[in-house]
């Protein structure tokens, strides 16, 4: 690794190379499939794992998540479903939407997140391969090999006994994993239309698997109709944000003729305030508590969330209004394509802030909410922050770390890593600069000890538009202002990586 790496402070590397585990990371294949650019959403899943021995060598293996839809459309060499955010053919056409109306509206590609279950350690005295997990949003799960990245199948495939729950369940991309109880949790989320009084519902279902894959806990709610991507837990609850949507009747129809996409059929209900729900976790007969806050938001992405003092502090990647349709700058009928323009000003996205809120556990009433100022300490600028990586869920730290957007012209794609500190608010902004993207950090303890500092290491792939390759950037978190200690080349450019996970003192390819 060191001698194909630039080098920056050569001793603290010198301490990283000692570093052993692995890190998982999801994230998009090509766009392109056939003639016809699909949503990156829904392109295909592309897997990627670093290893790292402890003695100073990185080993690197990627590989398409082969999916029965991916395994037909590389096969075939064309789109075979058209999914939500994105068409088969011209919708403008009589034959363009007869051909968008007669696909599938599910494009399943699990090619969001990966997730090592159950995690091997002298803790849980595992010592044959685990699972490597793999998921998206409105998707089932599948697994992977964890040492080649080779596609074993759906997880009720693979683990038959979780058939009676799962199969055929869609589920978040987002799992959670509680420390104390080794238990490892995922989110099953339907929606119901038409749904109560014409309005639409929404379900959600939290199975808890213990290092067997046996369920040991499972709690569901319905509420009104909303959309949500990520969710967290504290030591008592599940945290979704009620983010206020509301369902377009007209678009449905048009959606159903393969006349548009799907994302045109929801819109948020911006006079509405976005609410938590606070659903218990271990005891059935507890109510589900609604916070409801002071304005709308749609959250993304949550950063630390814990539970101290009588109190449920959160803290989340918010926006204060947003328009469905074009995420990341890519239109499905038109085939044109430009993310800069859809975070910049006046765009269908306004840049994303991180908000605190904290609620009185005893009470269930909101009792502050803080807008933090994550604020470049040499240009002044008011950084938009998402993709936090932080110690641990359901733990709390000191300091968390983000995708920033410090672009002139609008926020999006992410070209800056931000640390911040959670108390004081001091903000470190590094910015890759121009023609680059980064990828969400990952915080990499330097032991497996839980610490509420940030001794240890960050990591992000940097993604290089105009020399055409990745490299990792390598920061000591401790003097991460000082800027990253080692660039370590990762070869030709691949598309976005999106969401990672790391497993601590485990080499896949040394446990049987």
């Known amino acids: ?13 010198q301490n990283f190379m000692s570093t052993k585990g692995t890190y998982y990371l999801n994230g998009l294949a090509s766009c392109q499939v056939g003639d016809r650019i699909m949503h990156p959403f829904e392109a295909h899943g592309h897997c990627k794992s670093m290893v790292f021995d402890g003695q100073g060598s990185l080993h690197l293996t990627s590989h398409l998540i082969e999916t029965p839809l ?3 459309e590389i096969q075939t060499n064309q789109p075979v479903a058209r999914g939500v955010m994105s068409t088969l053919a011209d919708p403008t056409t009589l034959w363009g939407m ?5 696909s599938p509206t599910e494009r399943d590609t ?3 997140v990966a997730s090592l279950w159950p ?3 002298e803790a849980t005295g595992i010592t044959t391969n685990p699972l490597l997990i793999t998921c998206t949003d409105n998707g089932e799960p599948y697994v992977l090999d964890p040492k080649t990245l080779k596609t074993k199948g759906k997880l009720t495939e693979v683990v038959p006994k979780l058939g009676s729950i799962l199969d055929g369940k869609k589920c978040l991309a987002h799992t959670r994993y509680d420390p104390v109880r080794k238990h490892w949790i995922l989110c099953v989320n339907e929606m119901d239309i038409p749904g109560e009084n014409y309005m639409g519902n929404s379900t959600m279902i939290f199975y808890e698997l213990d290092i067997n894959f046996d369920v040991v806990s499972s709690r569901s709610y319905t509420t009104r109709f ?3 991507h990520d969710w967290v837990i504290t030591e008592n609850y599940y945290v979704v944000p009620q983010n206020p949507a509301r369902i377009k009747w007209a678009e449905l129809g048009k959606f159903l003729l393969g006349a548009t996409v799907g994302t045109d059929i929801f819109g948020m209900e911006e006079a509405t305030n976005g609410a938590f729900l606070l659903i218990p976790r271990h005891d059935p007969n507890q109510p589900v508590r609604v916070v409801e806050t002071d304005a709308f938001f749609n959250l993304f992405h949550f950063g630390p969330c814990f539970e101290k003092d009588n109190a449920i502090v959160l803290h989340g990647s918010v926006f204060d209004r ?3 349709g074009g995420e990341m700058g890519f239109d499905g009928p038109t085939q044109t394509f430009d993310p800069i323009a859809w975070g910049s000003s006046g765009g269908k996205a306004p840049p994303p802030r991180l908000d605190k809120f904290v609620i009185d556990s005893t009470t269930f009433e909101l009792t502050a909410k803080t807008r933090i100022p994550i604020v470049d300490p040499f240009s002044g600028q008011d950084i938009p922050v998402d993709m936090p990586t932080f110690r641990g869920d359901a733990i709390e730290c000191r300091y968390a770390y983000f995708l920033g957007a410090c ?3 609008g926020w999006f794609p992410f070209r800056s890593i931000v640390k911040l500190d959670l108390e004081t608010y001091e903000t470190h902004n590094w910015d890759a600069g121009e023609e680059q993207v980064v990828s969400e950090p990952m915080w990499v303890p330097k032991s497996s000890e839980e610490n509420k500092l940030d001794e240890g290491f960050v990591l992000s792939v940097v993604h290089d538009a105009e020399t055409k390759s990745c490299r990792l950037n390598v920061w000591d978190a401790v003097t991460f202002d000082q800027g990253p200690i080692a660039s370590v080349p990762l070869g030709a450019l691949t598309p976005w990586c999106v969401h990672g996970s790391w497993t601590p003192e485990y080499n896949p390819g040394k446990i049987s």
């Open 226 to 228: 909303m959309v949500f």
């Open 407 to 409: 672009r002139p012209e």
């Open 110 to 112: 699990a090619n969001l």
């Open 70 to 72: 991916t395994q037909k």
């Open 1 to 13: 690794m060191a001698e194909a790496s630039t080098i920056h402070n050569p001793d603290l590397f």
């Open 322 to 324: 947003y328009e469905f």
């Open 119 to 121: 995690p091997p350690s």
């Open 98 to 102: 007869l051909q968008n109306a007669l």
